[in-house]
């Protein structure tokens, strides 16, 4: 059965986060609002027992842990990511049209599916930063309006449109934002949401994003549809798994990652040392000595979660024939051969057991042999922190799309997964 209280939590999140910087944000006042302490990484910090905390590196991304009451044996993790494929605007962004029209200049960031961003109400969000008080100052912004649009070609002037288009970012996807003569409003709209003027911008994060509201599909309200499920599901699940259950003998910890739809290699992505770095801090904090901490990660084990494909109703031929994951059908466990995914025989067997013990359905997901595929947070994730590991999501479709589409009932399974193995 679907939980529709959850779910309406779920899509709060998801609708009011249109940037990784707004999830981190969102994420930031759960934790806030259930008694998790700041940590700030310039300063000294002070660790307790049974203290409850989160570290922010560069507002997009967030690694939240509670300790347990007694000396711990080591690191019960969840991964994710904050981030998904959009368009980011580029420094001095306005173009002007024949003196008719206003666009924006923009890049791609990650890889999205090009066609779903075309006819379909966008808004502008992401960060500023402003100086005040003699000190940088990062600021969030998200005109909550319909800004603007890309159009298509009318398949007038294109007769071939339904035989497949090749999309040229720097031509077709620019969005129009209103007519020529609004050139300075563009700039104005975005300070005033920051609260400063346009000169006081000196630097910007914006990024467009579909306006589309999450929803329940289906003649059963089987599914669910919205932007950004991939992986706002995921981290979703993850911290309130976290925020609602006392760890056993373990720290537990849930990292939701940004850039890992463009590498990861950022300061504040899964290849950065931000996870180590707040390991290691909180082993000196407990007194521990190398040996100690390296004892320690072996007794630990992360769960990266990140959507997995599920079977596609019309496309049954680009699954594994014995390795098709199913909306609703569970918790996906992703295997690849050449360990792409991090999972093997014993982190999945732990994953199993988990999903044994929680009473929810897990499924298995591989390539086909002749299909790439895509990679994850796991196998990066090892090159900082060699622990056990296990690469799970949910199943979705259109993975990329403006609108991705994934199942009412999994959004729990994962859940109750996450709450059990804090528990242990
Ligand atoms: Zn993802």
Not at 53 to 76: D, E, L, T
């Amino acid at each position: 059965m679907k939980n529709l209280k959850q779910l309406k939590s779920l899509f709060n999140f998801i609708d009011g986060s249109p940037t990784c910087f707004h999830a981190i944000a969102n994420l930031e006042k759960m934790l806030e609002d259930e008694g998790f302490v700041r940590l700030d990484e310039k300063d000294i910090w002070e660790i307790e027992s049974e203290g409850k905390y989160y570290v922010n590196r560069n507002g997009s991304s967030i690694i939240a842990f509670v300790m347990p009451a007694q000396k711990p044996a080591g690191f019960h993790m969840v991964a994710a990511h904050s981030d998904s494929p959009c368009f980011k605007l580029k420094e001095s962004p306005e173009i002007v049209v024949d003196d008719a029209y206003l666009k924006l200049n923009v890049e791609k960031y990650g890889g999205m599916i090009l066609s779903t961003w075309l006819d379909r109400p966008l808004s502008i969000a992401g960060r500023v930063v402003v100086k005040s008080n003699n000190a940088l100052e990062s600021r969030l912004v998200n005109p909550d309006r319909d800004a603007a649009i890309i159009p298509n070609l009318a398949i007038h002037m294109n007769r071939d449109m339904n035989k497949g288009i090749e999309y040229n970012p720097q031509v077709d996807m620019l969005p129009l934002i209103g007519e020529a003569a609004s050139k300075k409003e563009f700039l104005e709209l975005i300070a005033k949401e920051a609260a400063v003027s346009p000169e006081e911008i000196l630097g910007s994060d914006l990024f467009l994003y579909n306006r589309d509201k999450c929803r329940l599909i289906g003649i059963d309200d089987a599914f669910i549809a919205g932007p950004r499920l991939d992986d706002l599901e995921c981290a979703f699940a993850g911290m309130t798994a976290l925020v609602n259950e006392k760890p056993g003998n373990y720290i537990n910890i849930c990292a939701v990652f940004d850039n890992e739809e463009v590498g990861s290699r950022t300061r504040q992505g899964a290849d950065s040392t931000f996870l180590k770095d707040v390991l290691v801090r909180i082993c000196t904090k407990l007194g521990v000595d190398e040996e100690g901490y390296r004892r320690i990660l072996a007794d630990s084990f992360i769960i990266s979660a990140d959507n997995a494909h599920a079977l596609h109703p019309n496309h049954q031929e680009k699954a594994d024939v014995t390795n098709k994951p199913v909306l609703n059908g569970g918790i996906v466990i992703k295997y690849h051969g050449s360990q792409r995914y991090a999972t093997d025989a014993y982190s999945a067997a732990y994953m199993k057991d988990i999903c044994k013990m929680a009473g929810v359905p897990y499924q298995s997901y591989a390539n086909r042999s002749d299909i790439a595929g895509g990679s994850t947070l796991g196998n990066i994730l090892t090159s900082q922190v060699s622990v056990d590991m296990v690469d799970i999501g949910l199943p979705q479709l259109a993975m990329h799309s403006a609108m991705e589409t994934a199942g009412a009932k999994d959004v729990d399974y994962l859940l109750d997964a996450f709450r059990t193995f804090y528990m242990r």
